[in-house]
């Protein structure tokens, strides 16, 4: 490796060495001769003599001091030290772009590549340019290696995986990059050109939301015959809610961006209550989103009670009021506790919601809280109203008789359950 100046005329038996000995001409003249050195340079043992020189050379500019020259009121100076290390910079990118290419060049690549092919959702047009850029890759590849590589498979994946096992065969190539400079580079231009074709092969991405729902079929319904709204996503909704096709509402809420559009499959859904829209919905439950509650009450999937129970003592009335409902509609005694609990809430329509899932629910477990509400005069009209009408829907003896009781009570809505329950108890 090269000695810097100092190092130098310290072995030669000075003592001490001033870090003014270097000078900007003379640290100049060394980057002069780098420059020259890199433009002749023909090997990556060349390149590496010509990066030390220049570390000597910053070395040596660390440790000088040199003298910033006097300010001249007619021209603007430049600090020596800064002109000299912006040369040493440019000079080192100059170095890095004359280095290579390496064999680890091209499997980086082709790594790239092989996470490209198979994480894009492709368009089936895009799956075909992909695998077809890829075939190219290979012809190339099994040409400058000499050797043989085929996907094992006619899908993506295959092709992904094919594009690894080149990576891995250049590694084990140990390709020399001053002797077998021209097979790197042709291998790399060829690496290159796959990343570039990739890139313009047809992904899902690429197409507007309309085209990405034309090529799934999603207005293949609509026809001259029954195109009625507008825009045309609402009349694919309504054609799709009266077909009972609720896979083409839950493809168009996937896409669609609009709140107009979103509310609107969310209500075609409220009122089909289709098994398919389970696991979207109870996402957007998991944000506390009411609208897709309400969905799973009309679906009645026991999967949403877990959810569900959490958000019942939420201090957020209308949640409350929301989810309640939709337990009662689903029906699992599993929500019976949870449900109970709420009868006891701050806010009197949570309690009546409560009291009105517990009589959806069914589960006499139900009867005494429900009893004890019915009988507590201080309760809002409205909680005992539902208490009584929820007695009614459980319905058994001993539930209709709680309800009865109350067949000459002051609020007439609690009067009107009783009568039923007294009726259906004389029947």
């Known amino acids: 490796m090269a000695r810097s100046a100092v190092e130098a005329a ?27 050195a890199l433009e002749d340079a023909e090997t990556e043992a060349d390149l590496d003599e010509v990066e030390a020189t220049i570390d000597d050379v910053e070395t040596d500019l660390e440790d000088a001091d040199l003298e910033a020259p006097e300010d001249d ?6 600090d020596p030290a800064e002109a000299l290390q912006e040369r040493i910079d440019d000079l080192r990118g100059d170095l890095e772009d004359a280095r ?10 082709l790594e790239d590549a092989a996470a490209t092919v198979r994480d894009t959702r ?11 850029a890829v075939s190219a890759f290979l012809d190339s ?12 498979g006619n899908g993506l994946e295959p092709h992904a995986e094919v594009l690894e096992t080149v990576a891995g065969a250049l590694e084990d190539a140990d390709l020399d990059p001053d002797a077998d400079e021209e097979t790197i580079a042709a291998l790399l231009g060829a690496a290159e050109t796959l990343d570039e074709e990739l890139d313009a092969s047809e992904a ?9 729902l034309r090529a799934q079929g999603f207005y293949d319904r609509v026809t001259g015959d029954n195109r009625k709204d507008f825009p045309p996503e609402l009349n694919v909704v309504r054609i799709a809610e009266a077909e009972h096709d609720p896979e083409r509402i839950l493809l168009g809420l996937e896409y669609f961006e609009s709140d107009f559009m979103v509310d609107n499959c969310i209500d075609a859904l409220r009122r ?48 409350q009021r929301v989810t309640l409902r939709a337990l009662g509609e689903i029906g699992s005694h599993e929500a019976t506790q949870a449900v109970a609990d709420a009868l006891t809430d701050d806010a009197p329509g949570v309690r009546s919601q409560a009291a009105r899932a517990l009589g959806l629910l069914g589960d006499t477990r139900a009867i005494d809280p429900l009893t004890d509400v019915l009988d507590d005069d201080a309760a809002p009209t409205e909680v005992r109203a539902s208490a009584a009408w929820a007695l009614v829907q459980i319905g058994t003896e001993r539930a209709l008789e709680a309800a009865a009781a109350h067949d000459e009570d002051r609020a007439y809505t609690v009067q009107a359950e009783a009568e039923k329950a007294s009726d259906a108890t004389a029947a």
Do not use: C, H
Not at 12 to 25: F, H, K, L, Q, R
Not at 73 to 78: F, Q, R
Not at 204 to 212: F, G, K
């Open 100 to 109: 290579g290419p390496y064999a680890e060049d091209v499997a980086s690549t």
């Open 122 to 132: 492709w368009t089936e047009d895009g799956e075909a340019e992909a695998i077809a």
């Open 10 to 36: 310290a072995e030669e038996g000075d003592e001490e060495v001033p870090a003014t000995a270097v000078t900007a001409e003379s640290l100049g003249d060394r980057l002069d001769e780098a420059t020259e």
């Open 272 to 319: 089909l209550g289709p098994e398919e829209a389970v696991e979207l919905m109870l996402e957007a439950a998991q944000k506390r989103s009411r609208p897709e509650i309400e969905v799973l009450g009309k679906i009645g999937d026991e999967r949403a009670v877990d959810t569900l129970v959490e958000f019942v003592d939420s201090d957020n009335p209308p949640l």
């Open 73 to 78: 009121e007619d021209e603007e100076t430049e």
């Open 204 to 212: 899902w991405a690429d197409l507007t939301v309309v085209e990405q």
């Open 141 to 152: 590849a099994e040409a400058d290696l000499d050797d043989s590589f085929a996907p094992d």
